[in-house]
């Protein structure tokens, strides 16, 4: 069975504290890698995909990177406006669907 | 701009009633998606459609039902024989390429509560 599974479940930074988020899959035959942001009482808004491992893409603060099993979303020098949860996910079954992670809560403090 | 509309943001049902949200998109994008999302658990698939007049069923379509008549619309209706309807309900919509390796792209959800 496909599974997507993100850790840590929750995370609190301080501001300027770097960290990663990871997200391990065992879907078979991986046909890309997806992270979004969501924050409370909106939809996820998507950030990147990664095709294959070793694949790197970046967006401000953030960097998401590729291995065979698993992906990490590297954030630097955090700031509050970053907190949100954070989501991965994998096509999966007949590549029509996507298999979320249960997302990674982040905070940062001020 | 382009986007996806989910409406209403609120909806209350009542005890056998029928309700239907409503998923309106202007990217022009073949296939749609509902997923269900509850607290602290990853989103759940319940119908998708790649395209008009043809859909699926998710992991969890039991208690609910869908149409695709227009490219750019998906509505999901939620039945009586759906038991836990409270949830948040999120559409999406991507580019179907054949592969599935295109990213979804969500509106902003329904949250649907029980009176």
């Known amino acids: 069975e496909d599974q997507v599974t993100q850790s840590p479940e929750a995370l609190r930074l301080q501001e300027g504290e770097s960290s990663s988020l990871n997200c391990s899959y065992t879907?078979?035959?991986?046909?890309?890698l997806f992270w979004y942001r969501q924050d409370p009482g909106k939809g996820p808004e998507f950030l990147f995909t990664l095709y294959s491992a070793g694949e790197e893409k970046e967006k401000e603060r953030l960097k998401a990177t590729l291995t065979k099993k698993e992906s990490f979303l590297h954030i630097t020098a955090p700031k509050p406006e970053d907190s949100a949860t954070y989501l991965c996910?994998?096509?999966?079954?007949?590549?029509?669907?996507?298999?979320f992670g249960s997302g990674t809560q982040l905070t940062v403090l001020p | 701009d382009g986007g996806i509309t989910q409406s209403p943001k609120y909806l209350f049902r009542k005890e056998g009633q029928n309700v239907t949200l409503s998923c309106e998109q202007n990217l022009n994008h073949d296939a749609m998606y509902w997923y269900r999302q509850d607290p602290g658990q990853g989103l759940r698939l319940i119908y998708y459609s790649q395209i008009v007049n043809d859909f699926q069923k998710g992991d969890i379509a039991e208690g609910y039902s869908v149409s695709r008549e227009k490219k750019e619309s998906f509505p999901l209706t939620v039945t009586s024989a759906q038991k836990n309807p409270t949830a948040f309900y999120l559409c999406?919509?991507?580019?179907?390429?054949?592969?599935?390796?295109?990213?979804?792209?969500f509106g902003d959800g329904t949250r649907l509560s029980i009176l």
């Open positions: 999406a919509s991507s580019i179907h390429t054949g592969r599935g390796n295109q990213p979804q792209h």
């Open positions: 879907v078979s035959g991986l046909r890309g």
């Open positions: 996910a994998a096509p999966s079954g007949s590549a029509r669907q996507l298999t």
